[in-house]
């Protein structure tokens, strides 16, 4: 007599073949009608990976090395937020800097008077993996083509605890025509590092997002270094044609959002 | 303005308005502190608590929040307000309205009779007074039941919207996130999808290929993509089959104006989706999403609470006869809820305000990953919203929207609910479930069937 074979608890989806037509989360199968302990743990992974790029602490000094190495300069700044959970309580003081931070650009200011056509921004916001990750070579990138068409751009002001306004008060503060902020952004399951670049025409505090242009989801799984150098310098060239940004530029160097399907395949469901 | 004084533990509280007692009544929220309303200590709230149970229900036919002259959802408010209904409570303070639901006088029959007869703000005074359990014994008294292709809300019965939301729009991947939500039993509510682009062309190839799968597998359900009204109305002028006609709103005009709407344009939206006729059972046909925190972000609040603007948002709401109303809790951010905490209350004053005004409430259970919330959080508040008789949920692929980056009850946890308190789906498509071979549900528990059912395996198969 056979011994008999002990009987799965779970039960698999014969529709797995499909997950290659998305990445959300389907066929999981089932232990009983509940997730499966595999798809659970990976679930939990990669919330506390989401979890962990919101709380990791904002590394100034490295991101100020790796540019020094490349003869830039940093301004170090800090927002009006002292904490992560002030910022993640308070936007308004995200927006703004603190009282040091402003000092220090005032005294810039004074060294260096006449203003620059771009001022460059980087703040944590919401994944300072983000910019830990992309920031430095997507700047390299970015300036080769700046360079190269003559734009001058300001130091790069790090600035902790930051979230996309405060860029125009830096900007204001640097006299700057055009301003720029590289910022992590709100992390997804499936994506804790996505930089997010906000561009601004004539920055001064107090504008709304209706006078930004977003270049969102820079990452190695999303758009790449070069897409989004080549989108922000597309901005910056039409923006002083037209002497505005916002929801009245829009970027035509944009490609369509629906493309073709991975496998061709189209709506299966209706064949 | 009244100005309002309470003594008690030998000390005087004064409130300068009925907003600045009701913001200060307000159970502790971050979006509350960050607005520079809520109350500055533990024992000032409760004043404020106190000060509210005394208020007589009538004072705030006195006194608006928001000017009638400078408020249309004010205006709608109070022009709308049913004298008649309201006299079974008119006699009653805030605090005598909460003795009063929770009293066996205040029956399904009795509470429906009674909505038409509170404004919003009655609504959220009594919610400020009540716990946890108050909001969800008296939201399980109420049923709000509301036909487009099948029936939602009745007693017994919980459905799900099924949003298989993909970052590129791409065909082929919300095909496949349908499917996987068919097959788990999930989409009474609606095939409900939140566009990635919002350019017209693709949200009518969404629209015609929802409607075309609707049709092939014969889903007793209706379709949404959730674009601009005026979105909407355009493809509907285009001729394409369009169910639910969708709109985020908020309740002040200011707020509603940073959406892009008013109840004109709420009202064209409505007209234009009523004279489809494509409903086969009923004609609730708006979808309305709200939340906690609109007005404030889009600096429109007026100096009120996040959870007074909320609930006269369904003022705005009721006006339309939707099909649902979904309160998309957790999903503004930890500046107005700060954590699991905040967002289950707010989830469930929210249900209970709606319920209590007459509107067919679900909630986007949900969370982002700057929030102090998780999965344990979410599962107390789907667990609580099941007792209270929610009528529809969010299902989604493993709780993941990789399009709106943000959590929300999935497929699997809607048979969680199913499975752990025998609610069951809409009737209609309880039977189409059953009929595919898909599942079926006896003394609560869900039988799968044993295969693929077959008008999906020929769909399948090519993949192979």
């Known amino acids: 007599m056979q011994p008999e074979l002990p009987v799965s608890a779970t039960t698999e989806n014969p529709w797995q073949e499909l997950r290659r037509l998305t990445p959300a989360r389907i066929a999981l199968g089932r232990a009983g009608t509940s997730l499966p302990t595999t798809a659970l743990l990976d679930f939990q992974y990669a919330h506390a990976q989401a979890r962990d790029a919101v709380h990791l602490p904002f590394d100034h000094a490295a991101l100020s090395a790796g540019l020094a190495d490349r003869g830039r300069a940093s301004l170090l700044l800090h927002s009006a937020a002292a904490d992560r959970d002030t910022y993640l309580q308070r936007p308004d003081l995200g927006r703004r800097l603190n009282e040091a931070s402003i000092r ?168 | 303005m009244a100005r ?207 409607d075309g799968i609707i049709q092939r597998y014969e889903i007793p359900t209706q379709a949404c993509v959730l674009t601009h009204v005026t979105s909407s109305i355009e493809a509907i002028n285009r001729g394409v089959p369009l169910d639910l006609v969708f709109q985020s709103i908020a309740g002040t005009e200011a707020a509603n104006a940073s959406f892009g709407v008013n109840l004109q344009v709420l009202q064209e939206g409505y007209e234009a989706g009523l004279s489809l006729k494509r409903g086969t059972l009923g004609n609730n046909l708006m979808y309305f999403e709200t939340g906690q925190g609109s007005a404030l972000s889009a600096n429109a609040h007026h100096g009120l609470d996040q959870q007074t603007c909320e609930t006269r948002a369904y003022a705005v709401a009721r006006h339309f006869k939707p099909f649902l109303v979904n309160t998309v809790v957790g999903f503004i951010g930890p500046e107005y809820l700060y954590n699991g905490k905040q967002i289950i209350r707010a989830g469930l004053e929210d249900h209970f305000c709606g319920k209590l005004l007459g509107l067919p409430m679900g909630c986007d259970v949900c969370y982002t990953n700057h929030a102090e919330a998780d999965q344990d959080d979410m599962d107390t508040l789907l667990t609580l919203f099941g007792v209270a008789g929610i009528n529809f949920i969010m299902g989604i692929p493993g709780s993941d929207d990789i399009m709106l980056n943000y959590q929300t009850t999935s497929f699997h946890d809607a048979l969680y609910v199913r499975q752990s308190q025998g609610l069951k789906p809409a009737p209609e498509f309880e039977a189409w479930l059953q009929r595919m071979g898909i599942f079926t549900q006896a003394d609560g528990r869900v039988r799968f069937g044993d295969n693929l059912p077959p008008a999906f395996r020929r769909a399948l198969a090519p993949l192979g």
């Open chain 1, 104 to 271: 220090h650009l005032h005294d810039y200011g004074q060294a260096n008077p006449g203003g620059v056509d771009l001022a460059v921004v980087v703040a944590d916001g919401l994944s300072a993996l983000a910019v830990h990750r992309h920031a430095l070579p997507f700047l390299a990138r970015m300036e080769e083509l700046a360079n190269a068409e003559g734009w001058s751009l300001s130091p790069v002001a790090l600035v902790a605890q930051g979230r996309v306004a405060v860029a125009d008060e830096v900007a204001e503060r640097l006299n700057a025509k055009m301003v720029v902020i590289l910022i992590g952004e709100r992390p997804g399951l499936s994506s804790p590092d996505s930089l997010g670049l906000y561009f601004t025409y004539a920055p001064r505090v107090g504008l709304t997002d209706a006078y930004r242009n977003c270049i969102s989801n820079v990452r190695l799984e999303g758009q790449s270094y070069g897409m989004a150098a080549h989108r922000l310098l597309y901005l910056m060239r039409e923006a002083c044609r037209r002497q505005l940004s916002g929801v009245n530029l829009k970027d035509e160097a944009q490609v369509p959002c629906l493309e073709a399907t991975p496998a061709g395949m189209g709506n299966f469901l209706l064949r």
């Open chain 2, 4 to 210: 309002f004084f309470h003594s008690v533990g030998g000390e005087t509280y004064r409130f300068d308005s009925l907003g600045e007692v009701m913001a200060k009544a307000s159970p502790a929220r971050s979006g509350d502190y960050l607005a520079g309303v809520a109350a500055a200590s533990d024992g000032e709230r409760v004043a404020a608590q106190m000060t509210l149970a005394d208020i007589p229900l009538a004072h705030f036919l006195d006194e608006a929040l928001i000017p009638y002259e400078a408020d249309e959802v004010t205006r709608l408010i109070i022009d709308s307000h049913d004298r008649p209904a309201f006299a079974a409570v008119s006699h009653l303070t805030v605090g005598g309205l909460r003795d009063w639901l929770l009293s066996d006088q205040a029956t399904e029959t009795s509470l429906r009779a009674l909505a038409p007869g509170l404004t919003p703000e009655m609504a959220a005074a009594v919610s400020k007074l009540m716990r946890v359990q108050d909001l969800i014994l008296v939201a399980q008294k109420i049923r709000v039941v509301t036909r487009f292709r099948n029936t939602v809300g009745l007693r017994g019965r919980m459905s799900t919207r099924l949003q298989p939301n993909h970052p590129t729009d791409e065909p082929s991947g919300i095909a496949a996130s349908i499917l996987d939500g068919l097959l788990y039993g999930n989409g009474d509510a609606m095939l409900g999808i939140n566009p990635a682009t919002d350019s017209v062309v693709s949200l009518c190839e969404m629209l015609i290929m929802l």
